[in-house]
Protein backbone atom coordinates (compact mmCIF):
# COMPACT_ATOMS: atom_id res chain seq x y z
CA UNK A 1 0.00 0.00 0.00
CA UNK A 2 2.73 2.30 0.80
CA UNK A 3 4.05 1.89 -2.95
CA UNK A 4 0.49 2.60 -3.92
CA UNK A 5 0.44 5.98 -2.40
CA UNK A 6 3.90 6.81 -3.45
CA UNK A 7 2.86 6.18 -7.18
CA UNK A 8 -0.10 8.78 -6.87
CA UNK A 9 -2.93 6.73 -5.80
CA UNK A 10 -3.96 4.61 -3.48
CA UNK A 11 -7.66 3.66 -3.67
CA UNK A 12 -10.25 3.81 -0.97
CA UNK A 13 -8.13 1.04 0.83
CA UNK A 14 -5.19 2.92 1.78
CA UNK A 15 -7.67 6.22 2.55
CA UNK A 16 -9.10 4.19 4.90
CA UNK A 17 -6.23 3.13 6.83
CA UNK A 18 -4.97 6.65 6.56
CA UNK A 19 -8.48 7.95 8.23
CA UNK A 20 -8.32 5.23 11.15
CA UNK A 21 -4.36 6.05 12.00
CA UNK A 22 -5.52 9.91 12.34
CA UNK A 23 -8.49 8.86 14.58
CA UNK A 24 -5.97 6.50 16.99
CA UNK A 25 -3.95 10.11 16.64
CA UNK A 26 -7.02 11.92 17.63
CA UNK A 27 -7.92 9.93 20.59
CA UNK A 28 -4.10 10.07 21.51
CA UNK A 29 -4.44 14.07 21.48
CA UNK A 30 -7.88 14.20 23.01
CA UNK A 31 -6.47 12.17 25.94
CA UNK A 32 -3.31 14.73 26.16
CA UNK A 33 -5.53 17.31 26.59
CA UNK A 34 -7.26 15.54 29.71
CA UNK A 35 -4.33 14.32 31.26
CA UNK A 36 -2.24 18.04 30.90
CA UNK A 37 -6.25 19.59 32.50
CA UNK A 38 -5.78 17.01 34.98
CA UNK A 39 -2.06 18.06 36.44
CA UNK A 40 -3.46 22.06 36.70
CA UNK A 41 -6.36 20.44 38.79
CA UNK A 42 -9.24 22.20 39.72
CA UNK A 43 -12.63 23.07 37.67
CA UNK A 44 -10.69 22.55 34.09
CA UNK A 45 -9.45 18.90 35.33
CA UNK A 46 -12.92 18.22 35.94
CA UNK A 47 -14.21 19.47 32.84
CA UNK A 48 -11.67 17.55 31.14
CA UNK A 49 -12.62 14.39 32.78
CA UNK A 50 -16.22 14.93 32.31
CA UNK A 51 -15.92 15.33 28.50
CA UNK A 52 -13.71 12.32 27.83
CA UNK A 53 -16.21 10.26 29.87
CA UNK A 54 -19.19 11.24 27.66
CA UNK A 55 -17.30 10.85 24.66
CA UNK A 56 -16.86 7.05 26.09
CA UNK A 57 -20.03 6.79 26.61
CA UNK A 58 -21.15 8.29 23.20
CA UNK A 59 -18.75 5.65 21.73
CA UNK A 60 -20.22 2.79 23.50
CA UNK A 61 -23.49 3.93 22.49
CA UNK A 62 -22.21 4.16 18.36
CA UNK A 63 -18.72 4.12 17.70
CA UNK A 64 -18.98 5.23 14.08
CA UNK A 65 -20.29 8.59 15.01
CA UNK A 66 -17.05 9.05 17.86
CA UNK A 67 -15.11 7.77 15.13
CA UNK A 68 -16.71 10.26 12.26
CA UNK A 69 -16.76 13.38 15.10
CA UNK A 70 -13.08 13.06 15.98
CA UNK A 71 -11.68 12.57 12.71
CA UNK A 72 -13.69 15.79 11.75
CA UNK A 73 -10.76 17.91 10.33
CA UNK A 74 -11.33 20.49 12.84
CA UNK A 75 -10.65 18.59 15.50
CA UNK A 76 -7.19 18.00 15.63
CA UNK A 77 -6.05 21.49 15.12
CA UNK A 78 -8.26 22.51 17.83
CA UNK A 79 -6.98 19.86 20.04
CA UNK A 80 -3.68 21.02 19.25
CA UNK A 81 -4.26 24.82 20.27
CA UNK A 82 -5.69 23.30 23.29
CA UNK A 83 -2.45 21.29 24.70
CA UNK A 84 -0.53 24.40 23.83
CA UNK A 85 -2.73 26.41 25.88
CA UNK A 86 -2.34 23.74 28.83
CA UNK A 87 1.80 23.34 28.28
CA UNK A 88 2.68 26.84 27.53
CA UNK A 89 3.87 29.17 30.34
CA UNK A 90 1.02 31.71 31.35
CA UNK A 91 3.53 33.91 33.14
CA UNK A 92 2.55 36.44 30.36
CA UNK A 93 -0.70 38.08 29.10
CA UNK A 94 -2.58 35.77 26.76
CA UNK A 95 -5.77 33.91 26.88
CA UNK A 96 -6.15 31.28 29.97
CA UNK A 97 -5.87 27.77 29.19
CA UNK A 98 -9.29 25.68 28.23
CA UNK A 99 -10.65 22.65 27.59
CA UNK A 100 -13.70 24.03 25.12
CA UNK A 101 -12.50 22.50 22.57
CA UNK A 102 -12.48 18.86 23.77
CA UNK A 103 -16.14 19.84 25.55
CA UNK A 104 -17.40 20.71 22.11
CA UNK A 105 -16.34 17.43 20.41
CA UNK A 106 -18.27 15.41 23.25
CA UNK A 107 -21.69 17.98 23.13
CA UNK A 108 -21.50 16.78 19.71
CA UNK A 109 -21.16 13.55 20.07
CA UNK A 110 -24.48 13.44 22.43
CA UNK A 111 -26.26 15.83 20.18
CA UNK A 112 -25.20 12.79 17.65
CA UNK A 113 -26.01 9.68 19.10
CA UNK A 114 -28.73 10.86 21.06
CA UNK A 115 -27.30 10.52 24.66
CA UNK A 116 -28.82 12.42 27.65
CA UNK A 117 -26.14 14.95 28.62
CA UNK A 118 -25.81 18.61 29.75
CA UNK A 119 -22.31 20.18 28.34
CA UNK A 120 -21.14 23.12 29.87
CA UNK A 121 -19.35 25.78 27.07
CA UNK A 122 -18.28 29.41 26.66
CA UNK A 123 -19.68 31.70 24.05
CA UNK A 124 -16.86 33.44 21.80
CA UNK A 125 -17.41 36.23 19.48
CA UNK A 126 -21.29 36.21 19.68
CA UNK A 127 -22.15 32.53 19.10
CA UNK A 128 -21.55 28.67 20.29
CA UNK A 129 -19.56 26.85 17.52
CA UNK A 130 -20.30 23.15 17.67
CA UNK A 131 -18.11 21.02 14.73
CA UNK A 132 -19.18 19.69 11.93
CA UNK A 133 -23.04 21.06 12.55
CA UNK A 134 -23.01 24.87 13.17
CA UNK A 135 -23.08 28.01 15.14
CA UNK A 136 -25.89 29.11 17.79
CA UNK A 137 -26.02 32.68 17.59
CA UNK A 138 -26.32 34.73 20.78
CA UNK A 139 -25.44 38.37 19.88
CA UNK A 140 -25.65 39.71 23.41
CA UNK A 141 -23.44 37.55 24.56
CA UNK A 142 -20.33 38.64 26.02
CA UNK A 143 -17.02 36.68 25.65
CA UNK A 144 -16.69 33.68 28.23
CA UNK A 145 -20.50 34.50 29.22
CA UNK A 146 -21.49 30.17 30.19
CA UNK A 147 -23.97 28.57 27.38
CA UNK A 148 -25.48 25.20 28.48
CA UNK A 149 -26.41 22.06 25.68
CA UNK A 150 -28.67 19.59 26.44
CA UNK A 151 -29.79 16.53 24.70
CA UNK A 152 -31.74 15.26 28.11
CA UNK A 153 -35.11 15.85 26.64
CA UNK A 154 -36.61 16.66 23.11
CA UNK A 155 -34.45 17.95 20.28
CA UNK A 156 -30.98 19.06 21.26
CA UNK A 157 -30.67 23.06 22.37
CA UNK A 158 -28.23 25.69 23.23
CA UNK A 159 -29.01 28.14 25.55
CA UNK A 160 -27.16 31.05 26.98
CA UNK A 161 -28.82 33.22 29.51
CA UNK A 162 -32.55 33.75 28.30
CA UNK A 163 -32.24 32.87 24.67
CA UNK A 164 -32.36 28.96 23.93
CA UNK A 165 -31.70 28.14 20.51
CA UNK A 166 -33.07 24.57 19.09
CA UNK A 167 -30.13 22.19 17.02
CA UNK A 168 -32.15 20.84 14.47
CA UNK A 169 -31.28 17.35 13.86
CA UNK A 170 -31.54 17.63 10.00
CA UNK A 171 -30.06 20.09 7.82
CA UNK A 172 -33.18 21.96 6.06
CA UNK A 173 -32.71 22.95 2.13
CA UNK A 174 -35.73 25.25 2.16
CA UNK A 175 -33.57 27.01 5.44
CA UNK A 176 -30.12 27.37 3.95
CA UNK A 177 -32.08 28.88 0.92
CA UNK A 178 -33.37 31.43 2.87
CA UNK A 179 -30.70 32.31 5.26
CA UNK A 180 -30.50 35.89 7.13
CA UNK A 181 -28.57 37.38 9.77
CA UNK A 182 -30.97 36.97 12.26
CA UNK A 183 -31.40 33.20 12.25
CA UNK A 184 -30.27 31.51 15.48
CA UNK A 185 -28.36 28.83 14.37
CA UNK A 186 -26.38 28.29 11.67
CA UNK A 187 -26.21 25.13 9.79
CA UNK A 188 -23.13 23.93 8.05
CA UNK A 189 -24.33 23.31 4.29
CA UNK A 190 -23.89 20.26 2.16
CA UNK A 191 -21.98 19.61 -0.76
CA UNK A 192 -22.62 16.08 -0.82
CA UNK A 193 -25.03 14.20 1.77
CA UNK A 194 -25.00 10.34 0.27
CA UNK A 195 -26.90 7.71 2.28
CA UNK A 196 -24.48 5.46 3.46
CA UNK A 197 -21.18 8.27 4.06
CA UNK A 198 -20.92 11.27 6.35
CA UNK A 199 -21.74 14.35 4.54
CA UNK A 200 -19.08 16.69 2.49
CA UNK A 201 -19.79 20.04 4.20
CA UNK A 202 -18.87 23.57 3.20
CA UNK A 203 -17.32 24.60 6.37
CA UNK A 204 -17.59 28.81 6.39
CA UNK A 205 -17.69 28.62 10.43
CA UNK A 206 -15.10 26.97 12.10
CA UNK A 207 -11.82 29.14 12.87
CA UNK A 208 -9.54 26.14 13.83
CA UNK A 209 -9.74 25.32 9.83
CA UNK A 210 -7.60 27.88 8.75
CA UNK A 211 -4.25 28.47 8.94
CA UNK A 212 -3.90 30.97 11.90
CA UNK A 213 -7.64 30.92 13.00
CA UNK A 214 -9.95 33.43 12.09
CA UNK A 215 -13.16 32.98 10.78
CA UNK A 216 -13.41 31.52 7.47
CA UNK A 217 -16.42 34.25 7.03
CA UNK A 218 -20.13 33.09 6.78
CA UNK A 219 -21.30 33.02 3.08
CA UNK A 220 -24.21 34.74 1.60
CA UNK A 221 -26.70 32.30 0.05
CA UNK A 222 -25.97 33.75 -3.47
CA UNK A 223 -22.06 33.00 -2.80
CA UNK A 224 -23.45 29.11 -1.69
CA UNK A 225 -25.67 28.85 -4.55
CA UNK A 226 -22.61 29.47 -7.02
CA UNK A 227 -20.38 27.15 -4.89
CA UNK A 228 -22.72 24.36 -4.55
CA UNK A 229 -23.34 24.82 -8.07
CA UNK A 230 -19.78 24.90 -9.54
CA UNK A 231 -18.79 21.66 -7.12
CA UNK A 232 -21.72 19.73 -8.62
CA UNK A 233 -20.05 20.40 -12.11
CA UNK A 234 -16.58 19.70 -10.71
CA UNK A 235 -18.23 16.72 -8.66
CA UNK A 236 -19.19 15.24 -12.10
CA UNK A 237 -16.09 15.94 -14.15
CA UNK A 238 -14.26 13.92 -11.28
CA UNK A 239 -16.40 10.92 -12.09
CA UNK A 240 -16.11 10.71 -15.29
CA UNK A 241 -13.02 11.95 -16.65
CA UNK A 242 -10.97 10.67 -12.95
CA UNK A 243 -12.76 8.20 -11.36
CA UNK A 244 -10.07 6.46 -9.14
CA UNK A 245 -9.92 9.95 -8.14
CA UNK A 246 -13.22 10.94 -7.60
CA UNK A 247 -13.45 7.48 -5.30
CA UNK A 248 -10.14 8.83 -3.06
CA UNK A 249 -11.81 12.23 -2.66
CA UNK A 250 -14.89 10.94 -1.39
CA UNK A 251 -13.06 8.65 1.05
CA UNK A 252 -10.86 11.58 2.22
CA UNK A 253 -12.68 14.72 2.49
CA UNK A 254 -15.27 15.94 4.87
CA UNK A 255 -14.82 19.46 4.41
CA UNK A 256 -14.50 22.60 1.96
CA UNK A 257 -13.43 25.52 3.45
CA UNK A 258 -14.28 28.59 1.00
CA UNK A 259 -12.35 31.52 1.48
CA UNK A 260 -11.98 35.40 0.35
CA UNK A 261 -9.24 35.13 -1.99
CA UNK A 262 -8.56 37.10 -5.29
CA UNK A 263 -10.39 35.83 -7.96
CA UNK A 264 -7.93 35.75 -10.44
CA UNK A 265 -6.11 33.08 -9.27
CA UNK A 266 -6.94 29.79 -7.72
CA UNK A 267 -6.01 29.73 -4.55
CA UNK A 268 -6.05 26.39 -2.21
CA UNK A 269 -3.76 24.78 0.42
CA UNK A 270 -4.62 22.15 3.41
CA UNK A 271 -3.30 21.46 6.82
CA UNK A 272 -0.85 18.69 8.16
CA UNK A 273 -3.02 18.20 11.47
CA UNK A 274 -6.76 18.65 9.56
CA UNK A 275 -7.11 15.58 7.40
CA UNK A 276 -10.00 15.37 5.39
CA UNK A 277 -10.03 19.54 4.20
CA UNK A 278 -9.07 21.88 1.78
CA UNK A 279 -9.22 25.66 1.78
CA UNK A 280 -9.94 27.00 -1.80
CA UNK A 281 -10.94 30.42 -3.02
CA UNK A 282 -13.94 31.06 -5.04
CA UNK A 283 -13.61 28.55 -8.26
CA UNK A 284 -13.73 29.89 -11.31
CA UNK A 285 -14.94 26.93 -13.18
CA UNK A 286 -16.04 23.36 -12.74
CA UNK A 287 -12.52 22.45 -13.87
CA UNK A 288 -10.29 24.59 -11.78
CA UNK A 289 -12.21 23.32 -8.82
CA UNK A 290 -11.90 19.82 -9.73
CA UNK A 291 -7.94 20.21 -9.92
CA UNK A 292 -8.31 22.05 -7.32
CA UNK A 293 -9.45 19.28 -5.30
CA UNK A 294 -7.18 16.97 -6.84
CA UNK A 295 -4.02 18.75 -5.92
CA UNK A 296 -5.47 19.12 -2.46
CA UNK A 297 -6.29 15.63 -1.90
CA UNK A 298 -2.64 14.44 -2.62
CA UNK A 299 -1.56 16.91 0.40
CA UNK A 300 -3.90 15.52 2.71
CA UNK A 301 -2.14 11.48 1.59
CA UNK A 302 0.81 12.48 2.92
CA UNK A 303 0.42 14.71 5.60
CA UNK A 304 -1.55 11.86 7.15
CA UNK A 305 1.19 9.38 5.88
CA UNK A 306 4.06 11.50 7.53
CA UNK A 307 2.23 10.95 10.25
CA UNK A 308 2.98 7.34 10.36
CA UNK A 309 6.49 7.04 8.95
CA UNK A 310 8.85 9.98 8.53
CA UNK A 311 10.09 10.85 5.09
CA UNK A 312 12.61 13.67 5.49
CA UNK A 313 15.56 14.02 7.87
CA UNK A 314 14.25 15.81 10.82
CA UNK A 315 15.88 19.41 11.12
CA UNK A 316 18.31 19.41 8.16
CA UNK A 317 18.55 22.97 7.98
CA UNK A 318 17.98 22.55 3.71
CA UNK A 319 16.85 24.57 1.36
CA UNK A 320 15.56 23.92 -2.70
CA UNK A 321 14.24 25.44 -5.70
CA UNK A 322 10.52 24.46 -6.13
CA UNK A 323 9.29 24.96 -9.64
CA UNK A 324 5.85 25.87 -8.13
CA UNK A 325 6.36 28.51 -5.30
CA UNK A 326 8.03 31.73 -4.93
CA UNK A 327 10.08 30.82 -2.06
CA UNK A 328 12.76 27.99 -0.90
CA UNK A 329 11.75 24.69 0.25
CA UNK A 330 12.80 22.30 2.81
CA UNK A 331 12.69 18.21 1.88
CA UNK A 332 9.21 18.02 3.46
CA UNK A 333 8.14 21.34 1.90
CA UNK A 334 9.53 19.67 -1.70
CA UNK A 335 8.44 16.32 -1.01
CA UNK A 336 4.84 17.87 -0.84
CA UNK A 337 5.15 19.29 -3.89
CA UNK A 338 6.62 16.78 -5.68
CA UNK A 339 3.86 14.87 -4.94
CA UNK A 340 1.27 17.09 -5.71
CA UNK A 341 2.38 17.87 -8.40
CA UNK A 342 3.27 14.50 -10.09
CA UNK A 343 -1.11 14.49 -9.19
CA UNK A 344 -1.54 17.49 -10.78
CA UNK A 345 0.50 16.11 -14.24
CA UNK A 346 -1.57 12.40 -14.28
CA UNK A 347 -4.81 15.03 -13.68
CA UNK A 348 -3.67 16.82 -16.82
CA UNK A 349 -3.01 13.48 -18.76
CA UNK A 350 -6.25 12.45 -17.80
CA UNK A 351 -7.87 15.86 -19.04
CA UNK A 352 -5.92 15.86 -22.22
CA UNK A 353 -7.53 12.70 -23.42
CA UNK A 354 -11.13 13.98 -23.25
CA UNK A 355 -10.87 17.48 -23.64
CA UNK A 356 -12.35 18.54 -27.49
CA UNK A 357 -12.47 21.99 -27.30
CA UNK A 358 -9.35 23.39 -28.64
CA UNK A 359 -8.18 25.94 -25.78
CA UNK A 360 -9.43 23.16 -23.50
CA UNK A 361 -6.71 20.40 -24.68
CA UNK A 362 -4.04 22.92 -25.45
CA UNK A 363 -4.24 23.69 -21.59
CA UNK A 364 -4.14 20.35 -20.46
CA UNK A 365 -1.24 19.36 -23.08
CA UNK A 366 0.74 22.18 -21.92
CA UNK A 367 -0.15 21.78 -18.50
CA UNK A 368 0.80 17.93 -18.26
CA UNK A 369 4.14 18.36 -20.05
CA UNK A 370 5.16 21.59 -17.46
CA UNK A 371 4.12 19.52 -14.34
CA UNK A 372 5.10 16.17 -15.34
CA UNK A 373 8.86 17.83 -16.21
CA UNK A 374 9.34 19.94 -13.09
CA UNK A 375 7.62 17.04 -10.74
CA UNK A 376 10.82 15.02 -12.26
CA UNK A 377 12.71 17.49 -11.83
CA UNK A 378 12.29 18.89 -8.33
CA UNK A 379 11.89 14.64 -6.95
CA UNK A 380 15.49 14.39 -8.46
CA UNK A 381 16.93 17.16 -6.22
CA UNK A 382 15.20 15.69 -3.70
CA UNK A 383 16.73 11.97 -4.58
CA UNK A 384 20.38 13.81 -4.66
CA UNK A 385 20.06 16.12 -1.37
CA UNK A 386 20.39 13.49 1.12
CA UNK A 387 17.76 14.26 3.11
CA UNK A 388 15.56 11.56 2.85
CA UNK A 389 15.12 8.86 5.51
CA UNK A 390 15.23 5.34 4.10
CA UNK A 391 11.72 5.06 4.05
CA UNK A 392 11.61 8.21 2.06
CA UNK A 393 14.20 7.51 -0.70
CA UNK A 394 11.52 4.45 -1.06
CA UNK A 395 8.79 6.64 -1.43
CA UNK A 396 11.27 8.95 -4.00
CA UNK A 397 11.97 5.93 -6.03
CA UNK A 398 8.36 5.41 -6.31
CA UNK A 399 7.65 8.72 -7.66
CA UNK A 400 10.76 8.53 -10.16
CA UNK A 401 9.34 5.36 -11.64
CA UNK A 402 5.87 6.54 -11.49
CA UNK A 403 7.04 10.28 -13.48
CA UNK A 404 9.54 8.18 -16.03
CA UNK A 405 6.17 6.28 -17.07
CA UNK A 406 4.56 9.70 -17.62
CA UNK A 407 7.84 11.01 -19.65
CA UNK A 408 6.74 8.02 -22.03
CA UNK A 409 3.75 9.96 -23.15
CA UNK A 410 4.52 11.66 -26.00
CA UNK A 411 3.59 15.47 -26.82
CA UNK A 412 3.58 17.77 -29.38
CA UNK A 413 6.76 19.77 -29.89
CA UNK A 414 4.45 23.40 -29.41
CA UNK A 415 3.35 22.16 -26.49
CA UNK A 416 6.72 21.11 -24.89
CA UNK A 417 8.56 24.55 -26.17
CA UNK A 418 5.36 26.37 -24.04
CA UNK A 419 6.34 24.10 -20.89
CA UNK A 420 9.41 25.09 -21.00
CA UNK A 421 9.09 28.37 -21.53
CA UNK A 422 6.67 28.94 -18.72
CA UNK A 423 9.04 26.97 -16.35
CA UNK A 424 12.12 28.90 -17.53
CA UNK A 425 10.06 32.15 -16.76
CA UNK A 426 9.20 30.93 -13.16
CA UNK A 427 12.82 29.84 -12.36
CA UNK A 428 14.20 33.52 -13.83
CA UNK A 429 12.09 35.17 -11.57
CA UNK A 430 12.90 32.87 -8.38
CA UNK A 431 16.96 33.55 -9.50
CA UNK A 432 15.81 37.48 -9.42
CA UNK A 433 14.61 37.23 -6.03
CA UNK A 434 16.95 34.81 -4.47
CA UNK A 435 20.17 34.66 -6.22
CA UNK A 436 21.92 32.49 -8.15
CA UNK A 437 22.98 29.88 -5.78
CA UNK A 438 20.39 27.32 -6.57
Sequence with gaps: MFHEIASGNGGPRALSLLRNAEYSRRVILARAVVEQAERRGGALAAQARDAWSLLGAAHRRA??????????????????????????????????????????????????????????????????????????????????????????????????????????????????????????????????????????????????????????????VCQWQRWRCVFEEAWQLLHTVHPGQAVEARSAYRAIVPTGAPTDRNISSSSDEAFGCSVLSV???????????????????????????????????????????????????????????MGVAQFWRRQRRASKDGATAWRAVVEFARWRDAAKEANETL?????????GRRFAEQMRSTLAELAQEPVPRAATARAKELGDEHRDRWLLDHGARW
Design 63 to 220: PSVVHEMLTYPSVGPAQLWALNQLTTDRSTAGPPPSVDALTAVAAVAAVRTGLPAAVRLTVHSGGLLLPSLGRARFPLASDGEPALVSTTSGSPTVQCGATTVRIPRERSDHALAHEDADMPWLPLRELLAPADDPALLLDDLDPHLLPGGGHPGRLT
Design 283 to 341: PRSPLDLALALVHELQHNKLSALTHLVDLVVRESGALFYAPWREDPRPPGGLLHGVYAH
Design 383 to 391: LAGGCLTEA
